[in-house]
T-cell receptor
Framework: AQTVTQSQPEMSVQEAETVTLSCTYD???????LFWYKQPPSRQMILVIR??????QNATENRFSVNFQKAAKSFSLKISDSQLGDAAMYFC?????????????FGQGTELSVKP | EAGVTQFPSHSVIEKGQTVTLRCDPI?????LYWYRRVMGKEIKFLLH????????ESGMPNNRFLAERTGGTYSTLKVQPAELEDSGVYFC?????????????FGQGTRLTVV
């Protein structure tokens, strides 16, 4: 069975600095999708970034980038130039390639606080 | 375009009572998913509708949970009778069917507290 593990329940970063959130996963599939979702307090969860496993190039979205290590089954999220609005719960998630973005397996979440 | 909307945002009920959660997906999204996050743990998949049909209900915890999506539009998730361990945040998500652009959009969740 597929599993996703986020070993950092809480992280903190100074505004304008860089922070990396960790995520590891387990699967026997060779092709799949990985995601990072952000849930601000009392607000909807939104997709931050998506990585397709067959693509070797790490995905990037503005200040957000991932370090995808397929052999190590690691998928970390780097947030550069952290802003106060980045404070949120971050969830790492996995989905099967035939159901991309649909049925998701989530990690436990990492709560990120940003200090001014 | 309106996002995924969930009602109510909070619900506090006593053990043994019934609660019905509602999810209105984004218009045109045939896929609808229910998830649940119990305090401090991971978000777990409950079930998946394609239009009005249950595609996958492997995550439903037991027969006290009943999900419906009559007409393939909004969905309800009823818990009857509620138990203490049902407390958590229930999320709904919707997405299009297709090969591309099938990102799942989430609602803000319903926080259910059973006392």
């Amino acid at each position: 069975a597929q599993t996703v593990t986020q070993s950092q329940p809480e992280m903190s970063v100074q505004e304008a600095e860089t922070v990396t959130l960790s995520c590891t996963y387990d699967t026997s599939e060779s092709d799949y999708y990985l995601f990072w979702y952000k849930q601000p307090p009392s607000r909807q969860m939104i997709l931050v970034i998506r990585q397709e496993a067959y693509k070797q190039q790490n995905a990037t979205e503005n200040r957000f980038s991932v370090n995808f290590q397929k052999a190590a089954k690691s998928f970390s999220l780097k947030i550069s130039d952290s802003q106060l609005g980045d404070a949120a719960m971050y969830f790492c998630a996995y989905s099967w390639v035939y159901n991309q973005g649909g049925k998701l397996i989530f990690g436990q979440g990492t709560e990120l606080s940003v200090k001014p | 375009e309106a996002g995924v909307t969930q009602f109510p945002s909070h619900s506090v009920i006593e053990k043994g009572q019934t609660v019905t959660l509602r999810c209105d997906p984004i218009s045109g999204h045939d896929n609808l998913y229910w998830y649940r996050r119990v305090m401090g743990k991971e978000i777990k998949f409950l079930l998946h509708f394609v239009k009005e049909s249950k595609q996958d209900e492997s995550g439903m915890p037991n027969n006290r949970f009943l999900a419906e999506r009559t007409g393939g539009t909004y969905s309800t998730l009823k818990v009857q009778p509620a138990e203490l361990e049902d407390s958590g945040v229930y999320f709904c998500a919707s997405s299009r069917i297709g090969q591309t652009n099938t990102e799942a959009f989430f609602g803000q969740g319903t926080r259910l507290t059973v006392v």
